[in-house]
């Protein structure tokens, strides 16, 4: 027999699901909610607590404030059957037909779909090893683009352990009856790396992201490192007053087998004159010949080779004797000890060059990494060279979409076990659902993606929905007039604004009373928790005076988009869209 109690506490009070709406700086006027009646008949999608609930059938309604239960003076069999319908439509409910618990893990180790919900999601349990799913973004708009400049989903995969683990034979799917819907390439993760995989439905083969090869002080590390940063390098130098070498004794200095034995040896980077290099030659010195010798022990796979320079003034690089690349210098061929550069160019920031398509040269075993440190002349105040090697992952694109809806992702292992999963709710664009890094199995939500590192920002239990609008619509007014910005939320957020046109961040002015208008203003406001944002900037333009007769269009831009967009000859793509 069920306990009646236990049928009533399948149906507790929900929390209202309709969001507060005012106007930040005056009381809040809550919006009536549903009846508790209406409460109990509400979608299991709608609920806040991120389980499903089922009201058992009935005829009349008691109005408890506690529990959605029949009225007193019902049969004891009428009562016994409504209780046994509701068991059994609970236990439909969560997933336990066809051999599966409530709690979505079955007999065969498989979860079952699940319910989408917008609160906190289920997971099948901590991952069965070191590689895991980390954290997803299923409605990307404002956050990182893939290496084509498309917004796209992403799924963020993690190796804990401190080992590197090679990729190839691992899967996604959506689908278990389609183990393999998704194949992940034959590269390799490092120990404590991260991953991103782009779930943009496309069959193609990623390229590096967009950032990837732009000049920083503060490079994205290698995924894999080949010739480190200040490293030793055997080097001969060029000008002033050098004798030690000639031109014919420096003859094939860029090939393998060259005979170095005579050559300096010391770390990078190598120069004068900058007070920052870690081997320090004589002032006037124009050229660097150095060379270093790394070991490759395995195949790089779909990894990217990428050569990172830090020069003053140019140089030229030769892996295992063949050019692959170069700046401002002036020979097409082998640089020797009287080159110089073409240009003059400053040191400080790193530059990096995608040398995949000389990764044909690499050979297992010894290789040889030789660059020409040029400067442009004698009396040049000073010479920098400080090389680097190594790979970056290349963009993975899964050829299926994540659902914003809802869904359950699963990686695959190669002897096709579920290695862990994820059984998600409906999203909130631009707020992504990752793994807290304290634990193994908890998920949260996070107002600020990080994509390609640890889930270290603040995280909250469900999603923040927001949406700001400017009251009145109007984009003319009468001086004196006032204009408010109205917020509908499910939870108290802080709005700034800018008065100039710039986008707000977490320093701009805070809104708590209507504003009142002097004169023509370009307003831009946007809600935040903390100092992160939540939701989309809004803008209202106000034309302050004399009201026009004709149709307005008022387009806001940064003065450089203004200028810069009409630079693209094409007038195609995304070089020629600006935000506005």
Same mark, same amino acid.
Request: proline share 7%; hydrophobic share 30%.
């Given at each position: 027999?069920?306990?009646?109690?236990?049928?009533?506490?399948?149906?507790?009070?929900?929390?209202?699901?309709?969001? !507060?709406?005012?106007?930040?700086?005056?009381?809040?006027?809550?919006?009536?909610?549903?009846?508790?009646?209406?409460? &109990?008949?509400?979608?299991? @999608? $709608?609920?806040?607590?991120?389980?499903?609930?089922?009201?058992?059938?009935?005829?009349?309604?008691?109005?408890?404030?506690?529990?959605?239960?029949?009225?007193?003076?019902?049969?004891?069999?009428?009562?016994?059957?409504?209780?046994?319908?509701t068991f059994l439509l609970v236990v439909m409910a969560c997933g336990c037909d066809d051999g599966l618990l409530p709690g979505g893990v079955g007999s065969?180790?498989?979860?079952?779909?699940?319910?989408?919900?917008?609160?906190?999601?289920?997971?099948?349990?901590?991952?069965?090893?070191?590689?895991?799913?980390? /954290?997803?973004?299923?409605?990307?708009?404002?956050?990182?683009?893939?290496?084509?400049?498309?917004?796209?989903?992403?799924?963020?995969?993690?190796?804990?352990?401190?080992?590197?683990?090679?990729?190839?034979?691992?899967?996604?799917?959506? @689908?278990?009856?389609? +183990?393999?819907?998704?194949?992940?390439? $034959?590269?390799?993760?490092?120990?404590?790396?991260?991953?991103?995989?782009?779930?943009?439905?496309?069959?193609?083969?990623?390229?590096?992201?967009?950032?990837?090869?732009?000049?920083?002080?503060?490079?994205?590390?290698?995924?894999?490192? +080949?010739?480190?940063?200040?490293?030793?390098?055997?080097?001969?130098?060029?000008?002033?007053?050098?004798?030690?070498?000639?031109?014919?004794?420096?003859?094939?200095?860029?090939?393998?087998?060259?005979?170095?034995?005579?050559?300096?040896?010391?770390?990078?980077?190598?120069?004068?004159?900058?007070?920052?290099?870690?081997?320090?030659?004589?002032?006037?010195?124009?050229?660097?010949?150095?060379?270093?010798?790394?070991? *490759?022990?395995?195949?790089?796979?779909?990894?990217?080779?990428? *050569?990172?320079?830090?020069?003053?003034?140019?140089?030229?690089?030769?892996?295992?004797?063949?050019?692959?690349?170069?700046?401002?210098? %002036?020979?097409?061929?082998?640089?020797?000890?009287?080159?110089?550069?073409?240009?003059?160019?400053?040191?400080?920031?790193?530059?990096?060059?995608?040398?995949?398509?000389?990764? /044909?040269l690499l050979r297992p075993g010894k290789n040889v990494l030789a660059i020409a440190g040029l400067n442009i002349s004698k009396g040049s105040s000073d010479?920098? +060279?400080?090389?680097?090697?190594?790979?970056?992952?290349?963009?993975?694109?899964?050829?299926?979409?994540?659902?914003?809806?809802?869904?359950?992702?699963?990686?695959?292992?190669?002897?096709?076990?579920?290695?862990?999963?994820?059984?998600?709710?409906?999203?909130?664009?631009?707020?992504? *659902?990752?793994?807290?890094?304290?634990? !193994?199995?908890?998920?949260?939500?996070?107002?600020?993606?990080?994509?390609?590192?640890?889930?270290?920002?603040?995280?909250?239990? !469900?999603?923040?929905?927001?949406?700001?609008?400017?009251?009145?619509?109007?984009?003319?007014?009468?001086?004196?007039?006032?204009?408010?910005?109205?917020?509908?939320?499910?939870?108290?957020?802080?709005?700034?604004?800018?008065?100039d046109g710039s986008a707000p961040d977490a320093s701009s002015r805070l809104y708590r009373d209507p504003i009142t208008l002097g004169e023509t203003t370009?307003?831009?406001?946007?809600?935040?928790?903390? !100092?992160?944002?939540?939701?989309?900037?809004?803008?209202?333009? &106000?034309?302050?005076?004399?009201?026009?007769? +004709?149709?307005?269009?008022?387009?806001?831009?940064?003065?450089?988009?203004?200028?810069?967009?009409? *630079?693209?000859?094409?007038?195609?793509? %995304?070089?020629?869209? %600006?935000?506005?």
């Amino acid at each position: 027999m069920i306990d009646a109690q236990a049928a009533e506490q399948s149906c507790p009070r929900q929390q209202s699901m309709f969001p !507060r709406i005012g106007v930040v700086g005056r009381p809040r006027r809550e919006v009536q909610g549903p009846t508790d009646r209406e409460r &109990c008949d509400a979608h299991p @999608d $709608n609920l806040s607590d991120g389980a499903s609930h089922v009201i058992s059938p009935r005829n009349t309604y008691s109005g408890s404030d506690a529990f959605c239960r029949p009225a007193d003076g019902i049969s004891t069999e009428g009562l016994v059957m409504r209780v046994l319908l509701t068991f059994l439509l609970v236990v439909m409910a969560c997933g336990c037909d066809d051999g599966l618990l409530p709690g979505g893990v079955g007999s065969a180790g498989l979860p079952s779909s699940g319910h989408r919900s917008t609160g906190p999601p289920p997971t099948g349990g901590p991952p069965t090893g070191d590689l895991r799913l980390n /954290e997803l973004l299923a409605s990307n708009r404002r956050g990182r683009r893939d290496d084509q400049g498309r917004s796209s989903d992403w799924i963020e995969i993690h190796n804990s352990g401190n080992q590197p683990l090679q990729l190839g034979g691992f899967h996604l799917t959506d @689908d278990l009856k389609d +183990l393999d819907k998704w194949a992940f390439p $034959n590269s390799r993760i490092s120990a404590g790396g991260y991953q991103l995989i782009w779930m943009s439905g496309s069959t193609q083969h990623g390229g590096l992201p967009p950032d990837a090869l732009k000049p920083s002080k503060t490079p994205t590390p290698f995924e894999t490192t +080949l010739v480190k940063h200040g490293a030793n390098w055997k080097y001969a130098l060029g000008g002033a007053g050098q004798k030690s070498f000639t031109n014919k004794s420096v003859k094939g200095w860029t090939a393998v087998d060259f005979d170095d034995s005579a050559f300096a040896v010391g770390p990078a980077g190598i120069g004068y004159g900058d007070d920052d290099d870690a081997t320090t030659v004589p002032d006037g010195t124009t050229v660097v010949l150095a060379r270093h010798t790394f070991t *490759l022990n395995e195949p790089l796979g779909s990894q990217a080779l990428i *050569l990172q320079v830090d020069y003053d003034d140019g140089f030229a690089a030769y892996l295992n004797g063949t050019r692959v690349a170069a700046a401002s210098c %002036r020979d097409e061929e082998e640089p020797n000890l009287d080159s110089l550069a073409k240009d003059s160019h400053d040191a400080g920031t790193a530059e990096r060059f995608d040398l995949s398509k000389h990764s /044909e040269l690499l050979r297992p075993g010894k290789n040889v990494l030789a660059i020409a440190g040029l400067n442009i002349s004698k009396g040049s105040s000073d010479l920098s +060279l400080a090389p680097a090697l190594g790979t970056l992952a290349t963009a993975s694109h899964a050829n299926f979409r994540l659902k914003k809806s809802g869904n359950t992702l699963y990686l695959i292992s190669p002897e096709e076990k579920i290695v862990d999963q994820i059984r998600y709710p409906k999203q909130v664009t631009d707020q992504s *659902l990752g793994r807290v890094p304290s634990t !193994r199995s908890t998920w949260r939500y996070f107002l600020t993606p990080s994509p390609g590192s640890s889930n270290n920002g603040p995280h909250r239990n !469900r999603p923040i929905k927001s949406r700001l609008s400017f009251d009145p619509e109007s984009t003319a007014f009468k001086p004196g007039e006032d204009i408010r910005i109205l917020q509908q939320s499910d939870t108290d957020l802080d709005i700034r604004f800018t008065s100039d046109g710039s986008a707000p961040d977490a320093s701009s002015r805070l809104y708590r009373d209507p504003i009142t208008l002097g004169e023509t203003t370009l307003f831009r406001a946007a809600a935040f928790s903390g !100092r992160e944002q939540v939701g989309d900037i809004v803008t209202a333009t &106000c034309l302050v005076g004399r009201r026009p007769t +004709l149709p307005i269009l008022s387009i806001s831009l940064k003065p450089e988009d203004f200028v810069d967009v009409h *630079l693209q000859k094409s007038g195609k793509g %995304r070089g020629s869209e %600006r935000p506005a």
